[in-house]
């Protein structure tokens, strides 16, 4: 598939100049673009299509697009990567993603790419898949990604949809946080996303979709979105449907944007080395700051003292923020819409965020020793100004003294891995399910456990492990059935709002996800840690973590 994305490109070479009627077409609400042809997959592809003008000022809404004459528009070429740290995490040399392949960083970076069955028309109507990249919120790109193989797939099995992805604005680019930001200058990232979402429903059939039938995924900070455009609608319903693959969690621990404004708090360290201070008129200098002086600067606040990531997320503040109400409280009211959903985990989530952190103590701590290190490290998770209790401490180190998965030959990484699986991904994924499927909301659950061969085997089936299988991006793509058949529940839902035909709807009695496991994918009993999670889940729990502000 890396191979086939090549292959667009070298079509794109030997273009000529003059564009004229070659290559597909498509008139948008944005201007006239011509893309590409890929007659090795007979697949139409679009790249860099504008949805929205740069922002008149840093950190605010972008503004609308006004169309152009209707000349043709090249678009055969990812636009400019919003800005961000040059390259993307990793661990033991594990990318959160794919590289990032946009021209440049701008702030100007409000692009569209459609991967469409060659030859689509009009009248084809077809469903649409629209898909937000993860990155923690403060990293990725649309250019990470390609869908040539998932379209592919679609025709092959008689369900052609349409792919279509976009830019956003992460980091402090798209989420500062202070009391002294202005409203609207909060979760900007996410109305980008609603900018890009009401572009697509509204360009639609120019591609041959079908505007009603549109199904938004994401995976990590993508699958967090997903919940977000749940928890928080828009006024225009732009999607029918979700998939949000580990990033439920991330909706849960959404703190107040003036947390930031604590020391050693972004803001607070942004503040302090532009010299603009946290003050009356900081949010001003900081917007004033010309691009190439202000990057490097804002990069630095990344990765600031604590260890807290993602350091600049969605945050919750007053009304005009887009986040008015903190997230927890509106899951557990059952204040979200209620549309079909498939909501799942990867069985190791945590262990690529722990790394090698515990597994490096030489030598390992005592048992004593262990359990202190495993109470500072539960402690530090808490946000908003929280402490959480000595006796939920102890509490938890005791739920967690014996790992249930010993990947590594520390007992300590496998006790923290598995403490934050469950803490950031596990436990609020099965909180959102218990209470949607309880008002009888169409929800299904999936657990991925597939570990990825060549790769370290203390990380097991991590934190965005399935993305491989699920081929859209990555150059190194796993062999055998799991990879269609992932595919395969990504396109049966996209179509038809069923993940496939042997998946159980999930239920508060009955608890059933389905496993994705090399030749022993089905249903299962979704029980693995449940003490442990229910004690997360606890109202008394989540208030000491800062859940609720």
């Known amino acids: 598939m890396f191979f086939h994305f090549h292959l667009i490109f070298l079509a794109v070479s030997v273009l000529p100049t003059a564009l004229g009627s070659t290559g597909p077409a498509v008139n948008t609400t944005s201007g006239f673009y011509i893309g590409v042809h890929d007659t090795q997959n007979e697949v139409d592809v679009f790249l860099g299509l504008r949805f929205a003008q740069a922002p008149l000022a840093r950190f605010t ?37 794919p590289p990032l392949r946009g021209s440049n ?11 469409r069955p060659a030859g689509t ?19 990725g790109s649309s250019s990470e990604w390609n869908a040539t193989s998932l379209v592919r797939r679609s025709v092959a099995t008689e369900k052609p949809m349409i792919f279509i992805n976009f830019n956003y ?59 977000m455009h749940l928890v928080y609608p828009d006024f225009q319903r732009t999607f029918r449907a979700g998939i949000s ?30 010299n603009c201070g946290i003050g009356p008129g900081s949010f001003e200098c900081l917007q004033n700051i010309p691009f190439d002086t202000f990057l490097p600067l804002a990069l630095t606040t990344y990765s ?36 079909p959903i498939v909501a799942g985990t990867n069985l190791n989530e945590g262990n690529y965020f722990v790394g090698t952190t515990f597994i490096d103590i030489t030598p390992q ?10 109470s500072s490290f539960i402690g530090s998770q808490a946000t908003n100004f929280k402490n959480v209790s000595q006796g939920t401490l102890d509490k938890l180190v005791d739920l967690y003294a014996h790992p249930t998965d010993n990947l590594s030959n520390s007992s300590l990484s496998n006790r923290a891995a598995q403490f934050l699986t469950d803490y950031e991904f596990l436990a609020p994924n099965r909180l959102f399910l218990d209470i949607a499927s309880a008002r009888k909301q169409d929800v299904w659950a999936y657990s991925f456990q597939q570990p990825l061969a060549g790769f370290p085997d203390f990380l097991g089936a991590f934190h965005s492990a399935d993305l491989y299988y699920l081929d859209i991006g990555f150059s190194f793509v796993p062999t055998g059935q799991l990879v269609s058949q992932l595919q395969d529940f990504y396109i049966s839902f996209t179509n038809d709002l069923i ?51």
């Open 61 to 97: 809404p972008a503004t609308p697009v006004l169309k152009a004459p209707e000349v043709p528009h090249k678009a055969i070429a990812f636009g400019a990567d919003c800005p961000q740290l040059p390259t993307l995490m990793e661990v033991v040399g594990v990318p959160l993603g």
């Open 245 to 274: 693959s580990s990033g439920n969690s991330l909706t849960l621990n959404t703190p107040a944007c003036a947390w930031h404004d604590r020391p050693g708090g972004a803001y607070n360290i942004l503040g302090n080395i532009t």
């Open 499 to 549: 993940p496939g035909s042997d998946w159980p709807k999930y239920s508060k009695t009955s608890k059933i996800a389905m496993r994705f496991l090399e030749g022993e994918v089905g249903p299962i009993a979704d029980t693995y840690r449940r003490n442990q999670t229910d004690f997360l889940n606890r109202v008394d729990t989540m208030e000491e973590f800062g859940r609720f502000g």
């Open 365 to 374: 701590p005592s048992p004593d020793e262990a359990n202190s290190i495993l």
């Open 304 to 339: 600031p003292p604590g260890g807290a990531a993602p350091p600049w997320g969605p945050c919750k503040g007053p009304q005009g923020s887009l986040i008015d109400e903190y997230p927890a409280k509106k899951v557990i009211d059952g204040d979200f819409l209620s549309v």
């Open 105 to 115: 960083q701008s702030e100007d970076c409000f692009f569209v790419n459609v991967w």
């Open 169 to 227: 604005r992460t980091g402090v680019f798209g989420f500062i946080g202070s009391a002294q930001a202005p409203a609207i200058a909060l979760n900007t990232g996410l109305q980008d996303q609603r900018d890009a979402l009401r572009w697509i429903q509204n360009n639609a059939e120019a591609f041959g979709g079908d505007a009603s039938r549109i199904t938004i995924t994401g995976e990590s900070a993508g699958g967090s979105s997903v919940h």
């Open 121 to 139: 028309s009009a009248k084809d109507r077809l469903p649409i898949l629209v898909s937000i990249f993860g990155g923690g919120y403060f990293s």
